[in-house]
């Protein structure tokens, strides 16, 4: 298993350009995210999936979208790019179940990380 | 929404000595506390985490209390080596797919 893949590594936008980062993960997970980390700001959820098809906004989604066409993808897309972007971009996927409703939450799996300059 | 703070900040320790690292959160709701460790440019990677049902888990050097009265949980990581300098981040969440994290503490093990 390859995990989580995340491309690319590094990217060099200018201000009011678009761009897609690509997640993938061959685990079958059903949860998937994305995070961006700053400095002393921790991890920032911007969107996570349930599943295929079903996507919502996390604590800072604003300026990105996300889509959710299968399992194993989840693009996260620059709109407009701005310098407030520059982060490292962080995809996480989780086989997770809740033990109330019958799964059970559980650990999350990242892929390499992204760093994203917005000049 | 549940809001986790983490302290210290910044720990500096000696080769051998213990570190610990302190979280608190805000809904009593949430049951699955885990930490992660991230090398410096590498991914965060789980070390150890705990369910609410438990109130410590251990894993060689490294140990997870959780005080759900408090609402607090700690990290207890003993005879530090130079290995174990990182950025540690707790996180909380309400047994649902979709974690809190606090803002990260960096350990650093001075040999």
């Known amino acids: 298993n390859a995990g989580v893949t995340q491309t690319p590594k590094f990217q060099v936008l200018k201000t009011g350009q678009s761009m897609t980062l690509q997640c993938a993960q061959d685990?079958?997970?059903?949860?998937m995210s994305w995070y961006r980390q700053d400095p002393g700001m921790g991890l920032r959820l911007i969107h996570y999936?349930?599943?295929?098809?079903?996507?919502d906004q996390g604590e800072v989604p604003n300026g990105y979208n996300v889509s959710r066409s299968t399992t194993e993808d989840f693009p996260l897309r620059l709109l407009s790019a701005a310098p407030s972007q520059t982060s490292v971009y962080f995809c996480?996927?989780?086989?997770?179940?809740?033990?109330?409703?019958?799964?059970?939450?559980?650990?999350?799996?990242f892929g390499e990380g992204s760093r994203l300059t917005v000049l | 929404g549940e809001n986790v703070e983490q302290h210290p900040s910044t720990l500096s320790v000696q080769e051998g000595d213990s570190a610990v690292i302190k979280c608190t959160y805000s809904?009593?709701?949430?049951?699955?506390f885990p930490w992660y460790k991230q090398e410096l440019g590498k991914r965060p990677q789980l070390i150890i985490d705990i369910r609410s049902n438990v109130g410590e888990k251990k894993d060689q050097r490294i140990a997870v209390t959780l005080n759900k009265t408090a609402k607090h949980f700690s990290l207890h990581i003993t005879e530090t080596q130079p290995e174990d300098s990182a950025v540690y981040f707790c996180?909380?969440?309400?047994?649902?797919?979709?974690?809190?994290f606090g803002r990260g503490t960096s350990l650093i093990v001075h040999p």
């Open positions: 996480a996927s989780s086989y997770s179940k809740d033990g109330l409703a019958g799964l059970v939450t559980g650990e999350l799996f």
């Open positions: 809904d009593s709701a949430s049951n699955y």
């Open positions: 999936s349930v599943g295929a098809g079903i996507t």
């Open positions: 685990m079958n997970h059903e949860y």
């Open positions: 996180a909380a969440s309400i047994g649902s797919y979709i974690p809190t």
